[in-house]
């Protein structure tokens, strides 16, 4: 009989006691674990850009090949055309755009107009003969010959009036054969004032040295 509240108290303390920490009981169900929900993004949040293709892997790259090789055959319409196309569907084409302002440019009317004036070849004009250019020849050496026979006259101390008369006739007669003689091939107007301006400007220096010297007064020899 005393040994009876023994053995109940160690059958009692032998028995498991409940888990610890709360876990559930064997018999118990587990929880059922829910999936999460995703988060809502407040509507004034501001998404990031979707990525762009890379350049190289253009799709309208073939596109790109023959706008190229239109623009360098000339037809610039048809390159235009192309990269346009390839802009479209690729906008950030490193070469496709400058290429598509070229062709814009070539097809402005100014461009076109200045191109083709630069294209046209660069004609001289050549100066020909001219009859007015003999006949100014031949009246400037006239009177040159002239004044040269005055001179002359004067020079020598000519006392007669005839003699002064004789010599200029002589002076303007010898100009005006020799200008007449030395151009019967015909004279440019060019070659006929270099001839004219160069006899006057021979004049007018004799004359000033006439003066620099007093060739005409009593100092002279």
């Not at 498991?16 to 004034?44: E, F, L, N």
């Not at 003699?163 to 107007?189: C, E, H, K, M, P």
Request: net charge negative; proline share 8%; hydrophobic share 45%.
């Amino acid at each position: 009989m005393h040994l009876a509240p023994f053995i109940l108290a160690v059958l009692v303390a032998a028995q498991p006691g409940p888990p610890q920490g709360g876990a559930a009981s064997p018999g118990a169900a587990a929880p059922v674990s829910s999936a999460p929900s995703p988060a809502v993004a407040p509507p004034d949040a501001v998404s990031a850009p979707p990525l762009v293709a890379s350049d190289e892997a253009c799709a309208a790259e073939s596109d790109y090949a023959a706008g190229f090789d239109a623009l360098v055959r000339g037809e610039d319409t048809r390159a235009l055309e192309l990269l346009e196309q390839v802009l479209r569907v690729c906008p950030r084409h490193p070469y496709a755009p400058e290429l598509a302002r070229l062709a814009r440019t070539r097809l402005d009317p100014g461009a076109r107009l200045a191109q083709d004036t630069l294209a046209r070849p660069v004609v001289s004009s050549v100066e020909g003969p001219s009859k007015g250019a003999r006949a100014s020849l031949t009246i400037v050496q006239t009177m040159h010959g002239i004044t040269q026979g005055i001179l002359l006259c004067a020079i020598s101390n000519c006392q007669d009036t005839r003699a002064y008369v004789a010599v200029s006739l002589l002076g303007g007669g010898a100009g005006a054969a020799l200008s007449l003689l030395t151009t019967r091939s015909g004279l440019t107007q060019g070659q006929a004032a270099a001839i004219n301006s160069g006899t006057v400007w021979g004049f007018g220096y004799g004359l000033a040295s006439i003066g620099s010297f007093d060739l005409d007064g009593d100092a002279s020899t």
